[in-house]
Every structure is written in structure tokens, then in C-alpha cells.
């Protein structure tokens, strides 16, 4: 079946800093993919649709300048939480939908996720 | 607007026992309903989907759903538990209008009694 990966699983950092994470389709492409945070004991909440080759869309309330996302290619999509800060503190978990795929509605594929830990 | 709502926030079985979680949706169109299975350290992993087919869905390792209009309700069932079916499992809703975005309930945390 489609695999999505992310990288890192876990990333500690300082408050300030930024921090990159990577979400690949490892065997499919995908024109879009999308960027949620989970709350620990909490729901997925969608952050953003990431298309390739334009802009991604934010969901409402969430802040485009300080998490950026970039989908270069079909099978790579990056979130960049910049100048982080404790409450940044996540589980950020990415999808994709392989091709041919109706929308969101249709399966997604999830990788395994990213723990960010702000100090 | 959409929304999931899931019963239970923990569910407690003997291995061998039959599986309920439930989960009821509110949308103003015709939903497509999704069960997803997180098991620690893993990616989410789809169990099952409606999408305005069959009312009864089955799906992977023994576990199906029943779409029920009328109740607006869309529980996951499993005949036997098994201690592999540990794991945090997750409705999701998704209409056609829209966005079509996945909106996920807050999750049901299944354990096994051995």
C-alpha cells in the first residue's frame, strides 16, 4: 500500500529556533498533501493543505507566516514551524491522497508523525 | 458545518469479546465516514470508509461499520478482539460541499484485557 514517512519523528529544540520537518510519498506522487497538529489526548486538527507548485491554504487561525509550508515536488511537502516557542509543542502529522484521488473524502494516507518539543 | 463525536474516550474488552466504539456525526450533506486505527509510533491507518454505498461496511481485520441515517450514527464493531487491536482508533467525517477537509473525532483508546 501507498507509504507517506516523515522526518524526524522527535525533534527537541530551543525556543527561537525553527524547525524543518519532511513528509514524503515514498510510492506514489501526490499533488497534495495536508499538515495536521494533535494535541496530546486530543483530535487531529487540519493545519493546512499543501499543493505542489503553489501555495498552501491555511485553515482558519492558523498563523501562515510562522508555520511554512513547502511542496516542492510530488513526492516531498515541508512544514517549517519558525521562531518556536513552548506552546508550539506537538504531534504534527502529514497525509497525502495518491493520484486520482476525489479530494480529501477519498483515502489518505498518514505518516507516522513528528513530536516537536519547544523548550 | 461537520462534526464527530465519539462516545467513549476509553473502551476496556476481554480479549475474545466483541468490540463496540461509537460515534455519531452531525453535517448538513451527505457525509462520507471514515474509522482510522493509530497504534503507537505508527501512522494512522484507514479501517474502513462509507461513502453513500452500503449502509454495512466491512473492513480490515474483521472490523465493520453501519451507516445509520436515521440515528446519525456510524459505530465500529468487531466480532472478537484480539490483543493486536489495542490502539487509539478515530471517526472522521467529510462532505462532498465544501472543502471536503476530514474533520476527526477526539478518539476512542481501546484496550485489551488479556
Known amino acids: 500500500g501507498a507509504v507517506v514517512s516523515q522526518h524526524p519523528s522527535w525533534v527537541i529544540c530551543k525556543s527561537g529556533t525553527s524547525v524543518k520537518i519532511e513528509c514524503r510519498s515514498l510510492d506514489f506522487q501526490a499533488t497534495t498533501m495536508f499538515w495536521y497538529r494533535q494535541f496530546p489526548k486530543q483530535s487531529l486538527m487540519l493545519m493546512a493543505t499543501?499543493?505542489?507548485?503553489?501555495?498552501?491554504?491555511?485553515e482558519q487561525g492558523v498563523e501562515k507566516d510562522k508555520f511554512l509550508i513547502n511542496h516542492a515536488s510530488l513526492t516531498l511537502s515541508t512544514l517549517t514551524v519558525t521562531s518556536a516557542h513552548p506552546e508550539d509543542s506537538s504531534f504534527y502529522i502529514c497525509s497525502a491522497s495518491p493520484p486520482g484521488a476525489g479530494g480529501p473524502r477519498d483515502t489518505q494516507y498518514f505518516g507516522p508523525g513528528t513530536r516537536l518539543t519547544v523548550l | 458545518a461537520q462534526s464527530v463525536t465519539q462516545l467513549d474516550s476509553h473502551v476496556s474488552v476481554s480479549e475474545g469479546t466483541p468490540v463496540l466504539l461509537r460515534c455519531n456525526y452531525s453535517?448538513?450533506?451527505?457525509?462520507?465516514l471514515f474509522w482510522y486505527v493509530q497504534h503507537p509510533n505508527k501512522g494512522l491507518q484507514l479501517l474502513l470508509k462509507y461513502t453513500s454505498a452500503a449502509t454495512l461496511v466491512k473492513g480490515i481485520n474483521g472490523f465493520e461499520a453501519e451507516f445509520k441515517k436515521s440515528e446519525t450514527s456510524f459505530h465500529l464493531t468487531k466480532p472478537s478482539a484480539h490483543m493486536s487491536d489495542a490502539a487509539e482508533y478515530f471517526c472522521v467525517v467529510s462532505v462532498l460541499f465544501g472543502n471536503e477537509k476530514l474533520t476527526f473525532g477526539t478518539g476512542t483508546r481501546l484496550t485489551i484485557i488479556p
Open positions: 499543501s499543493n505542489e507548485g503553489s501555495k498552501a491554504t491555511y
Open positions: 453535517s448538513s450533506y451527505s457525509p462520507s
